[in-house]
């Protein structure tokens, strides 16, 4: 099976959700509305909405969001929401994934935000993403984020090891093999079972042209040729020691392949500010996106 070239486009559409009832806390004697935000961001994305948060208690007196961040997604998917939840201790307002926001719309713990979508506000989301989030007629989330999804690698080790850029799937095993060493991972995957493995692993099984839910969303079709062959493909990846069965760093975070524990490693666009600033420290955000942007276009040419 051949893999796309570039990026693979797959829509991880991070999304924010707001509690149909506030904190016990929400209200003091002063009518001030104290709502507590809850993330997973780390670094530059931290300081954004740190920033917007900022920003918005500013701007007016009636509501104070207090916000913080766990930093790591599988952390804070797995562990930290369900067990806050679970404790009646939950933040008013967080952000979550489509595969993950359902589990929370049917617990009924989710606001209507519908009367909030005006006449054209719809028109400003892709239609998809408002789908996502769409229950019985009522928008329960707020779509923000659509991330783009690729094969990043060293060069440099792809090349002291005379190794192509892989293009099928037989070639990203074989270059995942010959790249793996005592110290080094051939390609670093998710591993712990949750909605980032099922959003990596997702486009193994379209480009064989396999999908989980029949068209009309009312059949299985996971048990079929098309999805066995791709679970093979990803299967083959761990079974035969190219990709680790246990990461020491998470595997959305692109230090796997920035800090050269990893040759390759298959992960979203937000990588890239991150790689800029390990492998480009030193230089101005405009020499290091053209330096980006020379090798990003170096790969397509080579690929046409």
Not at 35 to 42: A, G, P
Request: hydrophobic share 40%; glycine share 8%.
């Amino acid at each position: 099976m051949r893999l796309t070239k570039g990026l693979y486009v797959i829509g991880f559409v991070l999304i924010i959700v707001l509690l149909s009832a506030c904190s016990d806390d929400a209200a003091s004697d002063s009518d001030v509305v104290t709502l507590k935000f809850m993330d997973f961001h780390s670094e530059g994305d931290q300081e954004f909405f740190e920033g917007l948060v900022e920003e918005y208690n500013e701007m007016q007196d009636d509501v104070k969001i207090e916000y913080s961040t766990n930093g790591n997604l599988t952390e804070y998917t797995n562990t930290q929401l369900p067990v806050a939840f679970a404790n009646n201790e939950g933040p008013d307002i967080f952000m979550t994934s489509p595969g993950d926001f359902q589990k929370y719309a049917d617990a009924g713990i989710l606001a209507d935000l519908s009367p909030y979508f005006k006449e054209g506000i719809k028109e400003d989301f892709l239609p998809a993403s408002l789908e996502a989030v769409t229950v019985d007629g009522k928008i329960l989330a707020l779509p923000f984020e659509l991330e783009l999804l690729g094969l990043y690698y060293n060069k440099t080790m792809l090349d002291e090891a005379n190794v192509d850029v892989p293009k099928t799937w037989d070639e990203l095993l074989a270059a995942a093999k010959k790249l793996t060493t005592d110290e080094v991972a051939g390609i670093a995957l998710p591993t712990d079972k949750g909605t980032y493995l099922n959003f990596v692993w997702y486009p193994f099984m379209w480009q064989n042209g396999g999908e989980v839910l029949s068209e009309d969303g009312t059949q299985s079709t996971f048990n079929t040729p098309e999805v066995a062959e791709a679970l093979d493909a990803w299967g083959a990846l761990f079974q035969e020691g190219a990709a680790p069965s246990k990461l020491q760093i998470d595997p959305t975070d692109i230090s796997n392949l920035g800090g050269g524990t990893a040759a390759m490693q298959i992960v979203g666009t937000w990588a890239i500010p991150m790689l800029e600033s390990v492998m480009f420290g030193g230089m101005t955000g405009e020499e290091a996106a053209q330096i980006a942007h020379e090798k990003i276009q170096s790969v397509l040419d080579s690929q046409n």
